[in-house]
């Protein structure tokens, strides 16, 4: 990968994880779409996955998507076997649903497990980035691509990015404006102890005695 993309990539992967909680091995969700391209181009799906996303990936696939595979006939068994490969997700579907709809069921409104999602369907890519914080991949020829924040995720980046700054900007004023001290503020202050038994007369007050 090239240094100016994995640097772009790296900042958009601080964006997740910053501003959404994202936290690695990322959880990527593949589709029989993408795993039928990456075994077409004889493309290195768990390799390729850690270099674009800069730091370990997990990568799942759900039951649907599984037997989507298997739909597309014995010719492409090498496709199920790397599929197999990659964690099951459950997706809680009694009966195989199609792929796209099975995605969309298991990541809902909020995305709420953080997954990223790595598809060639172009459907699916579009309903998706309609949901904030969800990051896509897809594979152009032989080279994965993760695609650029969508409007609905710098939306809530905007919703987030002024809580941050509260919390960051208050943390360091409070520490800057306490002024270190040897004696501890809960104690109260010690009056100074005076000395005990009966005083004298004060010496300006007795009257000198006359000489003759």
Same mark, same amino acid.
């Given at each position: 990968m090239r240094q100016k993309r994995a640097k772009t990539y790296r900042k958009l992967m601080n964006l997740y994880s910053i501003s959404f909680g994202f936290r690695t091995p990322y959880q990527v969700l593949v589709d029989a779409s993408f795993c039928a391209h990456a075994a077409q181009n004889k493309i290195d799906v768990e390799k390729q996955l850690d270099t674009v996303f800069q730091g370990q990936?997990?990568?799942?696939?759900?039951?649907?998507?599984?037997?989507?595979?298997?739909?597309?006939?014995?010719?492409?068994?090498?496709?199920?076997?790397?599929?197999?490969?990659?964690?099951?997700?459950?997706?809680? /579907? +009694?009966? $195989? &649903?199609?792929?796209?709809?099975?995605?969309?069921?298991?990541?809902?409104? #909020?995305?709420? /497990? +953080?997954? $990223? &999602?790595?598809?060639?369907?172009?459907?699916?890519?579009?309903?998706?980035? #309609?949901?904030?914080?969800?990051?896509?991949v897809h594979i152009n020829r032989v080279v994965m691509i993760i695609e650029p924040p969508s409007d609905a995720t710098l939306r809530a980046k905007s919703l987030v990015s002024p809580e941050l700054a509260k919390i960051k900007t208050s943390t360091?004023?409070?520490?800057?404006?306490?002024?270190?001290?040897?004696?501890?503020?809960?104690?109260?202050?010690?009056?100074k102890k005076r000395k005990s038994g009966p005083k004298g007369p004060n010496p300006l007050s007795v009257k000198k005695k006359k000489t003759k």
């Open positions: 990936t997990k990568p799942m696939i759900t039951q649907c998507c599984i037997v989507e595979l298997y739909k597309l006939g014995s010719e492409h068994q090498h496709t199920v076997d790397m599929a197999k490969r990659f964690e099951r997700r459950k997706c809680n /579907h +009694r009966e $195989a &649903i199609e792929g796209d709809e099975c995605i969309r069921a298991v990541v809902g409104d #909020a995305n709420k /497990h +953080r997954y $990223a &999602i790595a598809t060639q369907s172009q459907p699916l890519r579009e309903s998706l980035r #309609a949901i904030p914080f969800v990051p896509i360091p004023t409070a520490q800057t404006t306490s002024t270190p001290s040897t004696t501890d503020p809960s104690t109260p202050p010690q009056n």
